[in-house]
């Protein structure tokens, strides 16, 4: 298939596409700024300039495509109604672009906090009614329902995968507890009960094998799929999993949420009027509040045979060499 691929100069975007080229389809990139492009250029059959905020270019990226595999999407902002501009709006204008070209596949990458938080040891099924509670994981929905509310009862059929923490090498977030881990001092925020917080991970490599395989599943078509890692973690195994990939225990220092948040706040506010954004926020603390985060990968076991192998302590392993090599640890 001839597949348009957004976000592939991203951290997620760069192994899906090498992942679709193995399974031996076309890519055909869309891109915003060639300059932060060139290794993808190198790698894409084709690249084109477009934005999800301008239909037009979208329309041309579309023409003469199989598949769409929307990666592209904001996960932090300076405020809420800049998610939606991109996760949202972004969403529906590519969802337009792909109906009106008449293309048959469009894959949505969402994600988790789309669906919310899961109970204690009951992981998430995508069937569950969704319960976002911060304004990423409500614009992540909104992005899936604006597809659905496009595509549906068209010839292009929808598939929507929701992946919970990624991480691994490229990763901007998760490098920094590595970071202070080597440092030898890392916040813990909420104390020791957030020790003991459940959360699925998943590693980029196994994500992106997932994505392609969706891709080219009939079986996935019109559903929504979660595509965890080979097994779950508590907070406390992820800090013990990166301390031992780093080579050095941390001292951990607890961070009540009632003084986190006037922290988050303070943050968030200085980079706001900087003009940047930062994973360090409120909304980010609000996720963290409602408690595990962990999702079922059973029905893309059985639609597309989904199988991550990348076990958390080797996948960390690797993102610590990675950082290592690129001078980051």
Not at 61 to 73: E, M, T
Request: hydrophobic share 45%; net charge positive; charged share 20%.
């Amino acid at each position: 298939m001839r597949i348009l691929v957004t976000g592939a100069t991203g951290f997620v975007g760069g192994p899906t596409l090498r992942a679709l080229q193995r399974e031996g389809h076309q890519i055909r990139a869309l891109v915003r700024d060639r300059s932060r492009a060139q290794t993808l250029l190198s790698r894409a059959d084709e690249v084109v300039d477009g934005e999800l905020r301008d239909p037009a270019s979208l329309a041309r990226a579309c023409a003469g495509i199989d598949a769409v595999v929307h990666v592209a999407g904001l996960t932090k902002a300076l405020r809420s109604e800049d998610f939606d501009a991109v996760n949202v709006r972004g969403t529906k204008h590519l969802c337009e672009a792909a109906r009106d070209a008449g293309v048959g596949r469009f894959v949505l990458i969402s994600s988790l906090a789309a669906a919310g938080a899961s109970a204690p040891g009951s992981p998430r099924t995508p069937d569950a009614p969704p319960f976002p509670v911060s304004a990423y994981g409500r614009s992540k929905l909104g992005g899936e329902r604006s597809a659905a509310a496009i595509l549906t009862n068209t010839s292009v059929k929808l598939t929507i995968l929701r992946p919970p923490i990624v991480y691994g090498e490229g990763d901007p977030d998760l490098l920094v507890v590595f970071q202070q881990c080597r440092r030898g001092v890392l916040p813990v925020v909420g104390g020791a009960k957030s020790l003991q917080i459940t959360y699925s991970l998943v590693h980029v490599d196994d994500l992106a094998r997932g994505i392609a395989q969706a891709a080219s599943a009939g079986a996935a078509c019109g559903n929504v799929y979660s595509l965890p890692g080979p097994r779950d973690a508590t907070l406390l195994q992820i800090i013990q999993g990166v301390e031992s990939a780093v080579g050095r225990r941390a001292r951990r220092i607890p961070l009540p949420f009632a003084l986190a948040k006037p922290a988050a706040w303070l943050a968030q506010t200085s980079l706001r009027a900087a003009g940047r954004a930062s994973i360090v926020n409120l909304d980010k603390l609000r996720e963290m509040e409602a408690g595990d985060w962990t999702c079922s990968g059973e029905s893309a076991r059985r639609d597309f045979q989904y199988s991550p192998a990348i076990d958390l302590e080797a996948g960390l392993a690797r993102q610590a060499q990675w950082a290592r090599a690129k001078g980051l640890l």
